[in-house]
């Protein structure tokens, strides 16, 4: 899943993405264990979408936590 597609969710659909892709990578390393997956690369494609929704989370509560302090938010670099 690309960033700008997570950016565009609320923090409900983001938790929502986030539970999905833990049980899908829980069950793809079951199976892993039990039999040849067909495509292991989907096991790192839900590794890293874990951490790209883990990464949003944190980046929106410093946000956050900014604003309410009246700290000026902190440039963002967007790839």
Same mark, same amino acid.
């Given at each position: 899943?690309?960033?700008?597609?997570?950016?565009?969710?609320?923090?409900?659909?983001?938790?929502?993405?986030?539970?999905?892709?833990?049980?899908?990578?829980?069950?793809? !390393?079951?199976?892993?264990?039990?039999? !040849?997956?067909?495509?292991?690369?989907?096991?790192?494609?839900? !590794? $890293?979408?874990?951490? $790209? &929704?883990? +990464?949003?989370?944190?980046?929106? &509560? $410093?946000? +956050?936590?900014?604003? @309410?302090? @009246?700290?000026?938010?902190?440039?963002?670099?967007?790839?």
């Amino acid at each position: 899943m690309k960033i700008t597609e997570l950016r565009e969710m609320s923090d409900e659909q983001l938790e929502a993405t986030l539970n999905e892709a833990r049980d899908t990578l829980f069950r793809l !390393r079951i199976k892993a264990q039990m039999e !040849r997956l067909d495509a292991p690369s989907e096991m790192r494609k839900q !590794r $890293r979408d874990i951490a $790209r &929704i883990k +990464t949003l989370q944190a980046e929106r &509560i $410093r946000t +956050t936590k900014q604003e @309410g302090a @009246g700290a000026p938010p902190a440039e963002v670099a967007h790839a």
